[in-house]
């Protein structure tokens, strides 16, 4: 079925928060400065053939020491809030054990640079760049990274527990646990799918931990984790494979979360998508955990790029035109139903905020004029708007990303950003689509059109 959008403006609710987002490794570049230490994706990105143009993390787009002007931009551009993640080897640089103040002291100025500036903060803690100590040790296929995630997540509640944040746990734990650890795309490319489940659930761990962190010190604001959930559309006859790719796609994260328990058919040699032993999973969750992991949060962050289709054996189809990233099929419906079918089927919910979507330019070396992205927020945000008129509680929405930047495997060689980033100069500038955005803001409403 397809929607018609009405002729007046889709509203958003009064108090709505429209932001923009970004993750340390991709931006900041400096990888050295200050006492950071070494993360997973300096090792990765130091190994040849991992990244597409084999750029590293230097300079990224060098925020580190242009965040300032960062900062003004957005004020320009009128935008109400900046998500942007902490790097762990800066604060803890090596994983565990002591603190580097030059690293709390810097993400101390950017907030305050925020509040500064009228901008509100949502800062995410883990967002890939896991300390190389850690990894060494065996990182998130062990349990003994959940309890250093923890120490590290204190650290910073307690260094900005007067500040109104909105706190994001963990960025995505699924790219983590099946791109990093089950596959090797991604830093520290271990390649196995035992691994991958254990970072699934040491991961939604140390989340939980962290949250138990965040009450006890009485920090102020909100905190979550961020998913990102994809829509399944099953072929005729493939009901029972879209649902099994479902329960790996979104209920192995969900429903730890918002239920407490882990569904059956994700994992399992006979029955499950991610064809391991469900036993040797089970052994991993010990008693309390499942408790810890569901403990109420005040927010659900939902990343929202695409869709994915099955045929009945379980086949990957192509059910919509892939953007230039070729994992993103485009479906903006697939939005709204994400939205409603949280809603109806998590009796628990929390409030909901949208804190990634959106799409790479066509043309690699960068565009200023860039219709497609604007087309795809425009789509997109109607469906919210449309979710949001049917009961959804969503109040914030972060556009990925503010700034070109370091794409992980693809390196500087696809552009996200709404705002272009020339790198030999590292000269900024809004693409149309900023433009665009920043009448969004200020409407608090986007075009039926
Ligand atoms: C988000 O992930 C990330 O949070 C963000 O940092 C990133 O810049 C943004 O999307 C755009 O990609 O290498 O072929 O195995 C979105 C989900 C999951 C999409 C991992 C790419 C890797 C495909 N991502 N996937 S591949």
């Given at each position: 079925t397809t929607w018609t959008a009405p002729a007046e403006p889709l509203r958003f609710p009064e108090g709505f928060v429209w932001g923009s987002a970004t993750s340390a490794f991709q931006v900041e570049g400096s990888t050295t400065a200050d006492g950071r230490g070494v993360s997973i994706w300096d090792t990765f990105a130091a190994q040849p053939g991992r990244i597409d143009d084999g750029s590293t993390g230097d300079p990224a787009a060098d925020q580190y020491r242009r965040w300032e002007s960062d900062l003004d931009l957005m004020v320009d551009l009128g935008l109400q809030a900046y998500r942007f993640s902490v790097a762990w080897p800066r604060v803890v640089p090596a994983g565990s054990g002591e603190v580097n103040q030059k690293g709390i002291d810097h993400y101390r100025r950017l907030v305050d640079g925020l509040l500064d500036r009228g901008l509100h903060p949502a800062i995410t803690l883990y967002h890939w760049d896991l300390p190389q100590p850690l990894q060494d040790a065996g990182g998130w296929a062990v349990r003994d990274t959940v309890d250093r995630f923890a120490e590290y997540a204190a650290v910073m509640f307690e260094a900005l527990r007067d500040v109104d944040a909105t706190w994001l746990t963990i960025n995505e734990p699924k790219t983590t646990a099946m791109v990093g650890y089950a596959g090797t795309e991604h830093a520290p490319a271990i390649g196995d799918l035992d691994a991958g489940l254990a970072a699934v659930h040491h991961q939604l761990l140390a989340h939980g931990k962290a949250v138990e962190a965040f009450r006890a010190v009485g920090g102020q604001g909100s905190i979550g984790i961020a998913l990102n959930l994809m829509p399944v559309y099953g072929a005729p006859g493939a009901e029972a494979a879209?649902?099994?790719?479902?329960?790996?796609?979104?209920?192995?994260?969900?429903?730890?979360?918002?239920?407490?328990?882990?569904?059956?058919?994700?994992?399992?040699?006979?029955?499950?998508?991610?064809?391991?032993?469900?036993?040797?999973?089970?052994?991993?969750?010990?008693?309390?955990?499942?408790?810890?992991?569901?403990?109420?949060?005040?927010?659900?962050?939902?990343?929202?790029?695409?869709?994915?289709?099955?045929?009945?054996?379980?086949?990957?189809?192509?059910?919509?035109?892939?953007?230039?990233?070729?994992?993103?099929?485009?479906?903006?419906?697939?939005?709204?139903?994400?939205?409603?079918?949280?809603?109806?089927?998590?009796?628990?919910?929390?409030p909901l905020i949208i804190s990634e979507n959106g799409i790479p330019d066509p043309d690699a070396q960068g565009q200023i004029e860039d219709p497609q992205r604007e087309e795809f927020l425009r789509t997109h945000l109607q469906q919210a708007a449309r979710a949001v008129a049917e009961g959804v509680d969503l109040r914030q929405y972060y556009a990925w990303s503010f700034l070109d930047n370091f794409e992980w495997a693809r390196g500087m060689t696809q552009r996200w950003g709404i705002v272009h980033v020339d790198y030999e100069t590292q000269r900024r500038t809004p693409k149309a689509s900023a433009q665009w955005y920043s009448g969004v803001v200020k409407a608090n409403a986007v075009a039926p059109v």
């Open positions: 879209a649902s099994r790719l479902d329960a790996a796609e979104n209920r192995l994260y969900l429903d730890p979360l918002l239920r407490g328990e882990y569904p059956d058919e994700a994992i399992g040699s006979a029955a499950g998508q991610l064809n391991a032993d469900r036993a040797a999973f089970d052994a991993l969750v010990l008693p309390g955990d499942l408790a810890a992991i569901s403990a109420p949060c005040d927010l659900l962050a939902v990343q929202y790029y695409g869709v994915a289709g099955i045929d009945k054996n379980g086949t990957w189809l192509e059910v919509f035109p892939p953007s230039p990233a070729s994992w993103q099929q485009v479906h903006a419906e697939g939005l709204y139903e994400m939205l409603v079918r949280l809603t109806d089927d998590y009796a628990d919910l929390p």
